[in-house]
């Protein structure tokens, strides 16, 4: 019987490549074999066939004989030789090149997860069957956030079950004491003839009596292990093999009982930023008359296209505080069945950036500003900071851009309010969510749980919070286990070093040929008496690099609204099989229904197979 086929979904591009390679030399040596059946059945056609592919004969001989300067490989791990230990690591990534954290088998891009499976399983810290094969599950693998493409993250935390340098349990050597006393009993005999014999004896050679052996010292008690010196730097080998814009910052050797980097934090904290003006704003001579859309414009302190009122994101942010049903500012996905959207903030505000400089000095003539704003450097880099118990899908962008419209006017503050009444508004209106790109999680807090009641539950408005949690957890980050790790020759700030510098270069670059471009012409000029006009649009700014023109601005609260959760939950339950996602709801285990139905392992229907708890 034929063995089963490899499901393939799991395995990683480079695992991917190194199997195609595999089978395409597995079909090269079926060729030779075939080859050499057919020269031995008619030796009359060897000579024929080795003029005919000489190449592909030396080419054989070459693959199957070992090169000279080849070096030997390295005898495998035997991870049954090792100890384990569950570890946290903290870690840090640029995620412009990933597709997100969370490992996805349908991704053109490489995720967080993939990069790290492969440096964990190259450095040893986990031994599955299958390398090539994307499965932490037998690793008490445990996660705190899955940021989306291109998010990065400070902050992150995972926990899993890795190689260890401590000793493993020794049994005793209970027969290995008894052949001790059993030589130092058949010693004594000969100890006792030595000291009666005859003066025969006394003549020979001293070396001649048999002397009794004396009970072998005691072994000296060993060193205790200590878990940090006399383990394996994690943190330092996993940073060896990582891309250079994956970091390990820092690992936890002591973790809390039943610590689960998801369920354990208590906290997350994420920072967006963006740049004032948000976008290249227009001189005053381009602007021509606002568009018809600006009449009814929120805010009359900022009318100059590309800047923002950052009094007026304040004063929205401050409105997420609190316990929220925050059902309009998420991507619902009916496969996950949410009926709970409640959501505590504990803090949202608007920060600057202090000890940025990149200026622009042409965005401080007086006519690139508002009327109104002081002269000063510019652009000056801001960030909304957010810290809550948990996020939905999506939350910080969507969040986000409902600031940024309000930032440009186009929205007043009460808008957050009017979106977070999910009694008067059930259904999200139709509005972007913002650029993934100036996204990071910057923190994940773990507190002493010991502290914490049982049973609570952040998320309800009745429920006491401390909105100032402190770290609990041991972490020992790079230089604290030793300087060079982190100012040394391949220390961490030297390799994020040149990373940042290579950046910078860039940006320096951009900044001054952007400078020149908007200072080396003569706007006082016109050698063509054409004049061309600016569209009759609105732009919009989304956070990502540039604007966009959006035509006539409509309103938030005007705009056609999405499904309620209710209908998109039903719809999704009825497009398996149940009657409704209240059915759905009641049934055991199913998701395994549906997968079951879905591979036609079963006869009848999912809503047959109903098991109700």
């Known amino acids: 019987m034929a063995p089963p ?72 791990l035997d991870p049954t030789q090792y100890s384990t230990r569950l570890i946290a690591l903290k870690l840090a990534y640029l995620g412009k090149e990933y597709n997100g954290f969370e490992y996805q088998t349908t991704a053109s891009q490489p995720s967080i997860e993939e990069e790290l499976w492969k440096a964990l399983v190259k450095a040893c810290l986990i031994s599955p069957e299958n390398p090539d094969e994307v499965d932490f599950s037998p690793y008490e693998y445990s996660k705190c956030g899955r940021t989306d493409k291109g998010v990065s ?69 060993a060193k ?45 904290q994420y920072r967006y930023f963006f740049t004032q003006p948000a976008f290249a704003p227009l001189p005053h001579a381009l602007e021509g008359p606002a568009p018809s859309s600006l009449a009814n414009r929120c805010s009359t302190k900022l009318q100059k296209g590309g800047w923002l009122d950052i009094d007026a994101m304040r004063q929205a942010a401050k409105l997420f505080e609190g316990a929220h049903d ?41 006519e690139f500003r508002p009327a109104g704003v002081p002269a000063g450097v510019r652009p000056k880099v801001y960030y909304f900071h957010v810290r809550g118990s948990a996020f939905l899908w999506h939350q910080i962008r969507h969040m986000v851009s409902i600031l940024f419209l309000v930032g440009q006017g186009l929205e007043a503050p009460s808008v957050v309010s009017d979106l ?26 773990f507190p002493d749980l010991t502290k914490e009641a049982p049973g609570t539950n952040a998320h309800l408005p009745e429920t006491e919070v401390n909105l100032n949690m402190q770290d609990g957890m041991d972490w020992v980050w790079m230089g604290e286990d030793n ?34 471009m908007a200072t080396k012409p003569d706007m006082t000029r016109h050698v063509d008496s054409r004049r061309m006009t600016q ?45 409704s996602a209240a059915e759905l709801a009641r049934t055991k285990n199913w998701r395994t229904v549906i997968k079951e139905a879905k591979r036609g392992l079963s006869s009848s229907s999912p809503s047959d197979k109903d098991e109700v708890e």
């Open 224 to 268: 205790e292990w200590d878990p940090i010196s006399d383990e394996i730097p994690y943190a330092r080998v996993l940073n060896r093999l990582l891309p250079r814009d994956i970091r390990i910052l820092a690992w936890a050797p002591t973790l809390p009982e039943n610590f689960s980097a998801r369920f354990s934090c208590r906290e997350r």
């Open 153 to 221: 993250a400070f902050g992150q935390v995972i926990g899993i079950r890795v190689r260890s340098y401590k000793p493993l349990p020794k049994e005793e050597q209970d027969q290995d004491n008894d052949q001790d006393q059993e030589d130092s009993s058949m010693q004594e005999p000969a100890a006792k003839h030595a000291e009666h014999s005859t003066s025969d004896v006394e003549m020979t050679d001293a070396s001649a009596v048999t002397k009794p052996q004396s009970k072998p010292p005691k072994p000296k008690p």
């Open 5 to 76: 086929p490899k499901d393939y979904s799991r395995f990683t591009k480079d695992g991917l490549i190194k199997r195609i390679r595999w089978l395409e030399d597995q079909v090269e040596k079926q060729k030779q074999l075939v080859a050499e059946a057919t020269t031995a059945a008619d030796p009359s056609n060897s000579a024929a066939a080795a003029a005919d592919a000489p190449h592909e004969s030396a080419k054989t001989n070459c693959t199957a004989l070992p090169s000279a300067g080849r070096k030997r490989k390295r005898k495998p």
């Open 535 to 579: 569209p009759k649009s609105q732009k919009v700014f989304e956070g990502g690099n540039a604007g966009r023109y959006a035509g006539t601005y409509l309103p938030v609260m005007k705009r056609n609204v999405q499904a309620s959760v209710d209908e998109m939950n039903d719809k999704w339950a009825q497009a398996r099989g149940f009657a």
């Open 483 to 516: 300087p060079v790790n982190l100012h040394g020759s391949s220390g961490l700030v030297d390799q994020m070093w040149e990373n940042w510098r290579e950046k910078k270069m860039d940006e320096l670059l951009a900044n001054r040929l952007l400078e020149c």
């Open 420 to 445: 977070l009444n999910a009694t008067k508004y059930p259904r999200r209106p139709n509005y972007l969510m913002a650029d993934e790109v100036p996204l990071v999680l910057w923190d994940c807090i």
């Open 326 to 366: 925050f059902r309009n500012f998420c991507k619902i996905d009916p496969a996950k069945q949410i009926t709970n959207f409640m959501r505590r903030v504990f803090e949202a505000d608007i920060h600057e950036v202090e000890d940025v400089d990149s200026a622009l000095p042409f965005l401080d003539r007086p």
